[in-house]
């Protein structure tokens, strides 16, 4: 059963912008923190950003802070993650998950079986 579906990736020049989308069309999480994650070829999945279900506040992995903003849109049941000025170390496999807060959310304490993703390649 998928709660959570990414879309958006692709493939983008360095100094590029996606827009990432996280749906959650059975509204199973419309009250949690939400969170983006990565995973690189041959590397763990890493933190990249974290929202509270009001919108308020967010948190940022050091290395995307300045160039990505995570927002939602509740009354869409949806999690965006905007990427500007993309590099190629950001390519990788995007995810989203909900937690409950961003500190939890951060070491990766997360409510959903992850899903598969969506692909961004950032060339040089």
């Known amino acids: 059963q998928v709660q959570l579906v990414e879309s958006g990736g692709g493939l983008v020049q360095a100094g590029g912008s996606l827009r990432l989308s996280c749906a959650d069309s059975?509204?199973?999480?419309?009250?949690?923190?939400m969170g983006w994650f990565h995973q690189a070829p041959g590397k763990e999945r890493e933190f990249v950003a974290a929202?509270?279900?009001?919108?308020?506040?967010?948190a940022y992995a050091d290395s995307v802070k300045g160039r990505f903003t995570i927002s939602r849109n509740n009354g869409k049941n949806t999690v965006y993650l905007q990427m500007n000025s993309l590099k190629p170390e950001d390519t990788a496999v995007y995810y989203c998950?909900?937690?409950?807060?961003?500190?939890?959310?951060?070491?990766?304490?997360?409510?959903?079986?992850w899903g598969q993703g969506t692909q961004v390649t950032v060339s040089s």
């Open positions: 059975a509204r199973t999480y419309s009250s949690s923190a």
């Open positions: 998950n909900a937690g409950r807060d961003l500190a939890t959310i951060r070491s990766q304490g997360v409510f959903a079986s």
């Open positions: 929202i509270t279900w009001t919108g308020i506040m967010t």
